[in-house]
């Protein structure tokens, strides 16, 4: 009973929920982040604000996160990293484990003009860090009245609003209810996003958190919610049909919009994927397009182990360590991999993935794919 104690006290204590809060300029992050520290269930939340201010909060733990960016050695800009992010969560950390402050989770609100690459490359990719923190989940704030001249205008902001999780729409009561014009474009930017009217009540705390990889209770993470790939999925479809209708014809979007080079689809396939093929085919895809991944997510069949499937999390090409689980969340057997992508076309993922399993291209000679695949021998040898 002795030994059971002791291995239980020396357990690692489970990940704190992390949530990253983004928008642009004015887009309301910290009336939004007053409003939501008010509802209990954000109490005992320790807040960093990448920015400068404060939020008169004497029961929380604000913390003030200066904006520096140290580069690392490869001057690689997907490989950025927060120095004094990490200095803040390190003391938080510390703090919490020797007493002096509780809390439960972590918010972090960026810069109106911060890429959000380089948070959560931070928080998956620190050795420790990624011991003790979970990321939550994204949200990105559009304001309803200049979010469409904005979004024209800053690729920061598209990109802020392709990695949410959950998209709010502030401003609607300055404008109608918003632009559909608007709507209708975060739809098609972000279409596993669910979008909440910030003014109507719709952003409270329980459709903006636990979001996820993980449910906080250790049970089975809701993996269709998170992945939203049906919707995703039916945005792919429309996409190839509008590409189908258009083929030919100049295209009406403004390409100031930014839009064109930022989509949405998954991948699924029913074959079970043999651990090291994975680990191979998320290298060569992470070093061919790591910066252009805005984000990945997935869960994943094994061949080694087909009743524990596994969960996989990355942003650029940083990989978050993969989550097994114990059993298949729903009767939908079938590996799925939803990715955000900037420049990237399905089939060029669809095909790698195709090429690890050994899976023949349809309605092309293999003498052809091989000449204009390098990567197929690597799916058709025996390792």
Not at 9 to 23: D, H, K, Q, S, W
Not at 244 to 262: A, C, E, K, L, T
Request: with cysteine; net charge negative.
């Amino acid at each position: 009973m002795a030994e059971r104690s002791s291995a239980a006290t020396r357990r690692p204590p489970a990940p704190i929920p992390l949530t990253v809060i983004t928008g642009f300029l004015g887009a309301g992050k910290t009336t939004l982040l007053n409003r939501l520290l008010k509802d209990p269930a954000l109490s005992d939340t320790a807040v960093l604000i990448n920015e400068f201010g404060e939020i008169g909060l004497d029961h929380l733990l604000v913390e003030r996160v200066d904006d520096g960016i140290v580069m690392l050695s490869s001057g690689c800009l997907c490989c950025t990293v927060r120095g004094d992010l990490v200095t803040a969560l390190e003391k938080l950390l510390r703090d919490r484990d020797n007493g002096r402050i509780a809390f439960r989770r972590v918010v972090i609100e960026t810069t109106g003009l911060a890429d959000p690459a380089p948070v959560l490359h931070t928080i998956m990719a620190h050795p420790y860090l990624v011991m003790r923190f979970r990321l939550d989940g994204v949200v990105t704030l559009v304001d309803a009245v200049n979010g469409a001249a904005t979004l024209d205008a800053h690729p920061e902001a598209v990109k802020q609003a392709a990695v949410a999780d959950r998209l709010v729409l502030t401003k609607t009561d300055l404008s109608d209810g918003g632009p559909p014009e608007l709507v209708d474009r975060l739809h098609a930017l972000n279409p596993g996003a669910p979008i909440l009217d910030a003014a109507a009540g719709e952003a409270t705390p329980e459709k903006l958190l636990d979001c996820g990889l993980y449910d906080p209770d250790g049970k089975a993470p809701d993996v269709r919610r998170w992945l939203a790939d049906e919707a995703i999925a039916a945005a792919h479809d429309n996409h190839d049909a509008h590409d189908h209708d258009h083929h030919g014809h100049h295209h009406h979007h403004d390409r100031n919009r930014h839009d064109d080079h930022i989509r949405a689809f998954t991948v699924s396939t029913e074959r079970l994927i043999p651990h090291a093929t994975l680990d191979m085919f998320l290298d060569l895809l992470r070093a061919m397009h790591g910066p252009n991944l805005l984000r990945m997510k997935g869960i994943v069949g094994l061949a080694d182990q087909p009743e524990n499937p596994v969960v996989i999390h990355g942003v650029q090409h940083v990989l978050h360590p993969p989550a097994t689980l114990p059993a298949w969340p729903d009767d939908d057997r079938r590996t799925r991999l939803v990715f955000i992508t900037r420049d990237i076309e399905p089939a060029v993922i669809e095909n790698l993935l195709s090429a690890f399993l050994n899976v023949p291209m349809v309605d092309r000679p293999d003498a052809a794919a091989l000449a204009d695949n390098p990567l197929v021998p690597f799916g058709g040898r025996d390792r």
